[in-house]
């Protein structure tokens, strides 16, 4: 599995309150809430971002509240992809949970600027810096957690095993 | 090598003899929360996926408190929603507009959470039933969905940050004021994926209100979970609350750690934590000034009797400055009641504030009471990220019960001190 993409950057800490605000909470229709993601941190996003662009983020990314409405609206503004030196944890089991790929790479984000065009290989934890010319490697899913994305998400896998082997 | 109390809770609900930091888990869970945001999402993947029926009734508890009373149609489309699958799967703990409470004031009041516990909600601060010595942890949506099917959840085994507490806190200062300092002091990541465990012989001297507030935020510390050790205040609320059996943990005296804080509560001062993240602390004596517009009372971080007795000890006698927005809200309908007896209602309400029912409303700008641009709040809420409370260009200052209340007479934030002295 591969994704390539252009790069929308952004520092630490980034709040689940900036990627969806609340105020757009009382509905969890995929598309809608895409029209909304990023806005209080970036408002030319949504207008921007195109199917297979990727986030790369500082550290922390998605900290804050257990919406998965977080991820599912990133997911569904097409990109493909979040970067970032390290994941605020509910954030990071959602966005398994839904199948958003994330990888965690320091060097990565240091290594990559808004605009360039970069391309991830999951299977191999490589990430490649098109523009620039240069590669990192990201840690590698555990086999469980690789499971569970290339069953499309959580319940998927659990579907696809007996409920009492679990 | 030892396990930590939270390493231990994990353990036995995934019946092992031994978890180290690191492993992979499947755990059984004692119970499966949700809210009207998160338990739609649920509902959906739960059906989608053909699931027919929740894995034991009396284990899933659904609390609609973010926007209700439904603050407008598609509020309400979405509690319709939740509350025709709690019929449906005859779900015991559903709480309607009524009988409900902002979920973590609630769930420890019904008795539904107790020591020892393994508890997951779709809710980052679910990790509130922590301050009972239960391992409680937030999760997503197909988190709740996979656990209300099955009973069961992965995990991935956390290390630990041991915060050894010691002495007596002074004056005003509460469990607020404590989480904050702790928070400025380790970071909005200080804890990130770890469990803080909170031990020592200061905890004695903290009640259950103020380790709830101090478990409640955690995760505004990053963690998974915070988790104190079980004393006699523990299980004197179990008791009064809850007829749940129970295990108490813990911690192995050669349990592993990976940092060790030794926090003296006599040296913490009121803390507030400046705009837009929870570590950007000053203690009161370092605010200068700074002007507000509103103050909120109330959340699931500090929504309970023994705030509402400190704001309105301090509000007693007092006005709200003019100009300014005073906006409680009690955590459950218990809590109201008690403060309506008590007379902390009426003492706040002739002070100038409104008293609103239980909902988390404006704690996540939700509604009854957001911000305009260029406003400010200081609130005893958890998060005062970008936007949190309303404009993306207002402003949330986090602080105490008694903080907060102090200001609202001031209309700048203010030590509690100099309006009423307490030692
Ligand atoms: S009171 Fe605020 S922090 Fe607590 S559950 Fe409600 S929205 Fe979340």
């Given at each position: 599995m591969k994704a390539k993409g252009k790069v929308f950057k952004y520092g630490d800490n980034v709040d689940t309150d900036v990627i969806?605000?609340?105020?757009?909470?009382?509905t969890s229709d995929p598309k809608e809430l895409a029209l909304h993601c990023m806005e209080d941190i970036d408002k030319d996003f949504v207008k921007n971002v195109k199917e297979g662009d990727i986030i790369v983020a500082g550290r922390n990314f998605g900290c804050g509240s257990s919406r998965e409405h977080a991820p599912i609206s990133i997911k569904a503004s097409g990109i493909s992809c979040v970067i970032a030196s390290t994941f605020a944890r509910i954030f990071y089991r959602n966005a398994i949970n839904i199948g958003l790929p994330i990888l965690e790479c320091e060097a990565a984000v240091e290594g990559i600027e808004a605009g360039d065009e970069v391309e991830v290989d999951f299977d191999t934890g490589i990430i490649r810096n098109v523009t620039k010319g240069s590669t990192f490697k990201a840690q590698a899913f555990p086999e469980f957690m690789k499971k569970i994305m290339a069953a499309d998400g959580l319940l998927n896998y659990l579907k696809s095993k007996a409920t009492d082997d679990l | 090598m030892g396990m930590t109390m939270s390493q231990k809770i994990l353990a036995a609900h995934a019946g092992l003899e031994k978890v180290e930091p690191g492993q992979l888990i499947e755990a059984k869970l004692d119970l499966v929360l949700g809210n009207d945001i998160t338990t739609p999402v649920a509902v959906k993947e739960f059906e989608k996926t053909g699931f027919t029926k929740v894995f034991d009734k009396s284990k899933v508890a659904i609390v609609p408190d973010h926007f209700t009373p439904n603050k407008d149609i598609k509020a309400a489309e979405q509690c319709k929603m939740i509350r025709c699958f709690a019929r449906q799967m005859d779900i015991e703990n559903y709480f309607e507009i009524g009988e409900m409470g902002i979920e973590h004031c609630l769930i420890p009041e019904k008795g539904l959470a107790v020591p020892g516990d393994l508890i997951i909600g779709a809710?980052?601060?679910?990790?509130?039933?922590?301050?009972?010595g239960a391992f409680s942890t937030g999760i997503g949506s197909t988190d709740m969905a996979a656990g209300m099917a099955t009973g069961k959840c992965w995990f991935k085994v956390p290390s630990a940050i041991k915060f050894v507490l010691k002495g007596k806190p002074k004056g005003w200062v509460s469990g607020k004021d404590i989480i904050l300092h702790i928070i400025g002091m380790i970071g909005v990541d200080g804890a990130l994926y770890k469990s803080m465990e909170f031990v020592g012989d200061g905890v004695k001297n903290l009640t259950m209100d103020d380790r709830f507030t101090m478990a409640n935020m955690a995760i505004e510390a990053g963690a998974k979970n915070g988790i104190f050790i079980v004393d006699d205040i523990t299980l004197d609320y179990v008791k009064k609350h809850s007829t749940k059996p129970f295990t108490v943990y813990e911690p192995d005296p050669d349990a592993v750690y990976d940092e060790v804080y030794e926090i003296d509560l006599g040296e913490i001062r009121p803390t507030v934590a400046f705009p837009h993240l929870p570590d950007n602390t000053k203690t009161i004596d370092e605010v200068g000034e700074v002007e507000i517009d509103q103050v909120v009372i109330g959340s699931c971080t500090n929504g309970r009797m023994e705030d509402l007795r400190a704001a309105a000890r301090i509000l007693k006698g007092n006005k709200v400055k003019k100009g300014v927005r005073v906006i409680v809200f009690p955590g459950t309908q218990n809590i109201y009641l008690e403060a309506l007896k008590e007379g902390l209602i009426q003492d706040m309400v002739e002070a100038g504030a409104v008293v609103s029912t239980p909902t988390c409303g404006p704690c996540l700008g939700g509604h009854m009471g957001i911000l305009a641009k260029g406003e400010r709040a200081i609130s005893t809420t958890n998060r005062n990220f970008v936007g949190r409370m309303g404009h993306p260009e207002s402003e949330v200052y986090l602080a105490s019960p008694a903080v907060a209340a102090a200001s609202a007479i001031t209309g700048k934030i203010t030590d509690p001190d100099t309006i009423l002295k307490r030692d």
């Open positions: 969806i605000p609340a105020r757009y909470l009382n | 809710d980052s601060h679910t990790c509130t039933y922590g301050a009972l």
